[in-house]
Each structure stands twice: as C-alpha cells, then as structure tokens.
T-cell receptor, first 115, second 118 residues
Framework: AQSVTQLDSQVPVFEEAPVELRCNYS??????LFWYVQYPNQGLQLLLK??????LVKGINGFEAEFNKSQTSFHLRKPSVHISDTAEYFC?????????????FGQGTILTVHP | DTGVSQDPRHKITKRGQNVTFRCDPI?????LYWYRQTLGQGPEFLTY????????KSRLLSDRFSAERPKGSFSTLEIQRTEQGDSAMYLC????????????????FGPGTRLTVL
C-alpha cells in the first residue's frame, strides 16, 4: 500500500515569488508520482508526472518537481508564481511497473498568490 | 478529444433517496476510475473498470454503492439509501489502453458531481 503526506495545508505567497509545495510518500514497492491541480469547482488537471529516468521533471505552467528516492519526496516548485496559480494542488502516487492502478492522493495544499 | 464528462454536475437529495451519476470517458479510453472527494481532503479511490469488467473495489464502496460499465463505454455510479455522510464530490477519470503510447499512466479527470444529502 502507498500513502502520501503533503506537509503544508496552506501556502500563501506574493506574486512573482518562488514557491515550493512539499510532498512525501511511503511505499513498499516502486512508485510513479504525480502532481495535479484543482481549480474551484473543477476536476483535477495533471501538472507533471515522474515515471522513471531523470529525477527532475518539468510540467505545464512553469512547474517542476524533483524525485528524491532516498528522502521519499517529490516536491513541486515554481520560480515565479502568478495570481492565476491560486488553486489546490494534490500530490499522488501509484504502484509502478504497470500503467493501470489507483492513485493515492495527499490531503492537498491550497496555494494562494497575493498581489 | 472532448474530455471526461460527468452528469449531473450537482445533485441535492434527501436522506434515504437513491441517486445515480453518469460518467462518459474520453473516447477509446478503456480504463475508468471513480473517486470520492470530501471537503478538505484529497480524492479517495472507489472502483476501477477495464472495459466492462470491474477489477478493483475499495472498502469505501459499501453495499449501498454499485457501479457499472455495461458496454465498456460510459459508467454509472448508484448510491442507494443515501446518508448525510455520502455528501461529497464524486470524480470520474479515464486512461487509455497500454498500446496507445506514453500517456497510459495518466488519469484524465472529469469535472465531478457534487452530491449534497440533506
């Protein structure tokens, strides 16, 4: 079984500042890792994913994340945020090795970007 | 690619009533997932279909819940004798078959159906 812990429930930040949203996971098997974004009253949109290979993955809207196996972390970063990045962000994990399988999500981090 | 659609978007019902939600996955996606999201929490897995076969069910899916995907295309999720604790957002996601390339690991989510049980 897998579990995900998002270390911050809310992150306030000013526009154009950098931001890091932290995610730690636990699993007894290899994993695939995902970050999704959810805008109010909408479904989830994939930002980026790590399956294998380079531990630094780049996604949409200027976001990137780094997989750290030794620390079992997959933190999301953006060097300069915009007001439009205000949303809730979810880290998710699923067992690796197969393309199908349920996602296990963290509790979410609400990012609020202030002008 | 019109995306995953769900109907209705909102449902208000009284305790004890039955409700049914529909999910239409992206065309040719043979895998379909249902999740439930309560306020302030991340989505929790409910059930998974590959084509018409229901291959995995969560313990969260009590005997009041039933899901079907009769022709391997759209899916329905029914809740019988609703309880106030069933109030949540019900999300559907789909993903393509293995042979369709590198995005087979990605689940594409619909907008959800928000259920309120009074």
């Amino acid at each position: 079984a897998q579990s995900v812990t998002q270390l911050d429930s809310q992150v306030p930040v000013f526009e154009e500042a950098p931001v890091e949203l932290r995610c730690n996971y636990s699993s007894s098997v290899s994993v695939y890792l995902f970050w999704y974004v959810q805008y109010p009253n909408q479904g989830l949109q994939l930002l980026l994913k790590y399956l294998s290979g380079s531990t630094l993955v780049k996604g949409i809207n200027g976001f990137e994340a780094e997989f750290n196996k030794s620390q079992t972390s997959f933190h999301l970063r953006k060097p300069s945020v915009h007001i439009s990045d205000t949303a809730e962000y979810f880290c998710a994990v699923k067992a690796g090795g197969t393309s199908y399988g349920k996602l296990t999500f963290g509790q979410g981090t609400i990012l609020t970007v202030h002008p | 690619d019109t995306g995953v659609s769900q109907d209705p978007r909102h449902k208000i019902t009284k305790r004890g009533q039955n409700v049914t939600f529909r999910c239409d996955p992206i065309s040719e996606h043979n895998r379909l997932y249902w999740y439930r999201q309560t306020l302030g929490q991340g989505p929790e897995f409910l059930t998974y279909f590959q084509n018409e076969a229901q291959l995995e069910k969560s313990r969260l899916l009590s005997d009041r819940f039933s899901a079907e995907r009769p022709k391997g295309s759209f899916s329905t999720l029914e809740i019988q004798r609703t309880e106030q604790g069933d109030s949540a957002m019900y999300l559907c996601a789909s993903s393509p078959p293995s042979k369709q390339g590198s995005n087979t690991d990605t689940q594409y989510f619909g907008p959800g159906t928000r259920l309120t049980v009074l």
